[in-house]
């Protein structure tokens, strides 16, 4: 390791990292040290971001310090788990203080709002490519998962659907409006933590919309042994999207955009509306039902059926 890797993460990480759940060992050692309550199981998710592929050359550094810590929370969001540990992997093609200041201000803020402690990680040279590895807890025996969907649950879910695609299509545009709504979805989505708390052992299965519904819903009846309709009219869609969707022509388009991180989840109906006013505040809509035969299914307000598992692919993209 050279003197000015050292530098860098004393400089911009080490000395900022402190909020939330302290190891015994944390950065400066070869390893972390954890100590995991004994009341407590740990869930653990890494994602990978990698420029010009997961976010636009030249994005603005403290919003994509935001965004790629978010989207690692968002997978501990969709387990039920409470933020605790992360360690954090950047490729740099060179030392600029300037991007890493506004970075590193991007990325603790939100480690902050969640109490997550940065523990380690490492820096290098190449293209620029950052990788979260992220940790959470949660009580014993107590976890979402994609598997468990039961036939006759609801589907739900929260927010709003196709505003970050609607986004990243306005950021390839260029320019960049603070008021663009659609954009600042695509630039600094919102992890819903507490949401995945409080589905916790009332949700049958659960995930976080990051390659599109279409595909992450099919991870739910795969996982599930299920198949599903959903229908289209009850998607919640903006304005905008609505929109968009009568200027490309394609009414399943925001199916497979990406980067929404919201939480797609199902549970029977009772125990639905035995919690439907502790999750009035994350905007929950409920969309289809579980069925017995196999596949997704998409059913128009004309009666007319698609079948539809596209999602965002990083190995088969058109």
Not at 305 to 313: P, W
């Amino acid at each position: 390791m050279s003197l000015s890797e050292f530098s860098i993460i004393e400089e911009f990480f080490t000395s900022k990292s402190n909020a939330g759940l302290c190891p015994i060992v944390g950065i400066g050692d070869d390893c972390a040290v954890l100590d995991v309550p004994a009341d407590k199981q740990l869930a653990v998710s890494t994602d990978t971001l990698v420029e010009g592929v997961h976010f636009l050359p030249k994005s603005d550094p403290e919003l994509l310090g935001h965004k790629v810590l978010a989207v690692n929370l968002s997978d501990l969001a969709a387990m039920g788990a409470t933020p605790a540990w992360a360690s954090l992997a950047i490729t740099l093609p060179s030392i600029d203080k300037a991007w890493l200041s506004l970075f590193s201000k991007g990325f603790f803020s939100l480690a902050k709002r969640h109490s997550l402690q940065l523990i380690g990680g490492d820096t290098t040279r190449g293209p620029l490519s950052i990788t979260v590895n992220i940790m959470g807890l949660l009580p014993k025996h107590q976890r979402l998962t994609r598997a468990g969907a039961q036939l006759g649950d609801g589907i739900y879910v929260s927010g709003f659907i196709g505003n970050a695609g609607l986004g990243l299509k306005n950021a390839r545009a260029g320019g960049f409006d603070a008021r663009d709504k659609d954009l600042l979805s695509y630039l600094k989505p919102n992890p819903k933590i507490t949401l995945g708390q409080a589905l916790l052992n009332v949700a049958s299965s659960c995930i976080d919309i990051s390659d599109g519904l279409s595909a992450d819903l099919n991870h739910i009846l795969k996982a599930s042994g299920v198949g599903a309709t959903v229908w289209h009219e009850e998607l919640p869609l903006t304005h905008s999207v609505r929109q968009n969707i009568e200027e490309v022509g394609d009414v399943l388009w925001p199916y497979s955009t990406g980067d929404d991180y919201e939480l797609c989840f199902t549970m029977p109906d009772a125990a639905y509306k035995g919690i439907q006013e502790k999750l009035a505040p994350y905007q929950i809509s409920k969309i289809g039902v579980i069925e017995r035969q196999k596949g997704l299914r998409i059913k128009m307000a004309t009666g007319e059926v698609a079948t539809l598992n596209k999602g965002y692919d990083h190995f088969n993209v058109e």
